[in-house]
């Protein structure tokens, strides 16, 4: 995979120019965090479709920011990227581990680090 740095700014940018079947929403421009987690729903149409070669191509983009990124960077591939593909797939009901075997290492390795945060967590009965 070939390293390219990818600053904190440039993440919209990237994503738009990466990924054009990718519907950004405008209004999110200025919301890394947000973008995130549309991306992280766009992954999942891509899996739901079986468009495999885009949803490797998304992973190898989250693998990047770990590969090149700074702290700012590394932050928004865990806390937005995968923590968003986490959370949104699971509650539609996809189990989000299917897709861990083809993360990148560093993604894999920080995946693993969120699961240990929220096994820590105790549970939170809201009824």
């Known amino acids: 995979m070939k390293k390219e740095t990818i600053e904190y700014n440039d993440i919209v940018g990237e994503l738009e120019k990466k990924f054009p079947k990718f519907n950004l929403d405008?209004?999110?421009?200025?919301?890394p965090y947000m973008i995130a987690g549309d991306f992280a729903v766009y992954l999942l149409e891509?899996?739901?479709?079986?468009?495999f070669d885009e949803l490797q191509k998304g992973f190898n983009f989250i693998e990047n920011l770990y590969l090149?990124?700074?702290?700012?960077?590394?932050?928004l591939a865990t806390i937005g990227?995968?923590?968003?593909?986490?959370?949104?797939?699971g509650?539609?009901?996809?189990?989000?581990?299917?897709?861990?075997?083809?993360?990148g290492k560093e993604s894999q390795k920080q995946w693993k680090n969120l699961n240990k945060f929220w096994d820590k967590m105790p549970a939170?009965?809201?009824?």
């Open 91 to 103: 509650n539609r009901k996809v189990d989000p581990e299917n897709i861990f075997d083809i993360l």
């Open 26 to 31: 405008k209004e999110e421009i200025n919301l």
């Open 81 to 89: 990227f995968l923590e968003g593909i986490q959370n949104i797939w």
């Open 124 to 127: 939170i009965n809201l009824k």
């Open 68 to 75: 090149s990124g700074d702290s700012k960077i590394k932050e």
């Open 46 to 51: 891509c899996y739901n479709s079986e468009s």
